[in-house]
């Protein structure tokens, strides 16, 4: 028996149920679906093409329906309707719980953890709801407001009472420019810090290299033959860096590393070259950036504020060595360190660029406007309670 519905079918909708059928990314029951409605319009029975995809007779007639009927939206018809699911099991005040706990530290409400995991708070909710809740719903419900409190992230208060000015500055050289003039053309920008207590492991067994299937294999014994530091000057806006290895960190050492700097082109010939450092024992406080001039007139010694070491883009050249040169540690001795390193800065000097740095000074000004807001709420509900 013919059936009643006839499907003529638009060039658009030919050629977008061609493409489904023919595309190896269209999930199967859409192109099933693709393919039901193109039969009906070549004129097939249900019958035939329920024999034809191997289907069931009432699956055929009930697309070729809804395609035939949904006038308007013949394609959106093809889709599943919207269902109602199942019912739900744990109600909104459950939930409403759990994303309060994960809200919370668990020492507020004194629970002997650090932090919160999933089956951690199924067992807390469990004793304060009576109701027993997985933690695969708890991990749903979590996931959909963003909060994963088995997280952490370690911060560090600004403690330093010109923290604003200091970072100011550092953030202006970075964009080019020193008390609101753009630098020369022989003005430098360099960073500088030291990498400390780099140690010479050497393995009781060989690393060996990653095979088929198979990671690298470091072994877990070793021995020490010492330990060096690194000191390095990064060139912020030409990406180049210059480095040393010394038995120890201290004036000396840095010293040296400005030595090593300063003589060299086009540093010995700038007009200017503004070294930014942390407030490391190496250099701190007004008598580094005494020595500092008095031994380079055209030097000049820049801090970042205390406990602002983030603000030192030497540090992102040090995590570049860390992952590339120092991890996993398999040296002979502290002389294969200093070759390797010495090697890295020549292998790395040839393909550097200067950092993307984007935390600007409009940046930092949101930053200590967002800190004071929440220092205010802070004292706002101490003095509440």
Known sequence: MSSPYLIALTDAEDRILAARVASGRTEYRDRLRAQIILEAAHGGSNTTIAETLN????TVRRWRRRFATDVGRRLEALSDRPRS????????????????MACALPAENDVPLSRWSCPELARELAARCHVVVSASSVRRWLDQDALKPWQHRSWISVRDPNFAVKAARVLDLYAGVWEGQPLGPRDYVICSDEKTSIQARCRCHPTLPPGKARTMRVEHEYQRKGALAYLAAWDVHRGQVIGRCEDTTGIEPFSRLVEQVMTAEPYASADRVFWITDNGSSHRGQASIDRMRKAWPNAYLVHTPVHASWLDQCEIYFSVVQR?????????????IRTRLAMFESRYNAVATPFNWKFTRHDLEDLLIRIDARENRTQGQLLVA
Do not use: I, S, W, Y
């Open 85 to 100: 699911g199942r019912p739900r099991v744990h109600g909104p005040r459950v939930r409403a719980e759990a994303v309060a």
């Open 55 to 58: 289907l069931g007779v009432d």
């Open 324 to 336: 590339k040169v120092v991890a996993p540690n398999d040296f002979f001795d502290t002389d294969q």
